[in-house]
């Protein structure tokens, strides 16, 4: 499937920063920090990164997470200031990415560098259906977090 795309910043048109999978088996598609120099991040706060490009899905059945970068959080404590985000089939602006500097050391973010990934999933419209009360139990009922136990 074709998704257009608007290329905002000169660099990306660039084979070696253009948005693409990283590897065939990838899920996702490195976004990367369109900046002019490096941002630190200090402890527990977060920056606000141009991605350098807009896209326009244009499907009611798909739509678009910006997820983060497993690596980035595990080793570093960088995540999404926003946990994840999505993107509408209609929206046509800027995709931006929230860091959030979860760790107790300074972060720098160097221009180009990747930051997030962008995932296209399949959506499902729904319609709600009223009731007073559900047709069967389900075997979970109404618990909640953690209802089962650790183990």
Request: aromatic share 10%; proline share 3%.
């Given at each position: ?9 000169k ?26 120099k ?32 497993s ?38 973010v ?27 139990k ?5 618990f ?8």
């Open positions: 499937m074709k998704i257009d795309i608007k290329i905002l910043n660099n990306l048109k660039k084979k070696k920063f253009f948005p693409k999978y990283s590897t065939t088996g990838s899920a996702g598609i490195d976004l990367r920090a369109c900046i002019s490096k941002i630190n991040i200090k402890k527990n706060e977060s920056f606000l990164f141009s991605t350098g490009i807009s896209i326009y899905i244009n499907s009611l059945t798909l739509s678009a997470f910006i997820i983060p970068r690596g980035l959080g595990h080793k570093n404590g960088i995540i999404l200031g926003n946990s994840v985000g999505l993107i509408d089939s209609d929206y046509q602006g800027e995709i931006m990415v929230s860091l959030w500097n979860r760790s107790n050391k300074l972060y720098c160097n221009p180009y560098d990747r930051i997030a990934q962008i995932v296209f999933v399949p959506i499902k419209k729904v319609t709600f259906n009223v009731v007073k009360n559900f047709s069967e389900s075997e979970r009922g109404i909640g977090f953690g209802h089962t136990g650790k183990n």
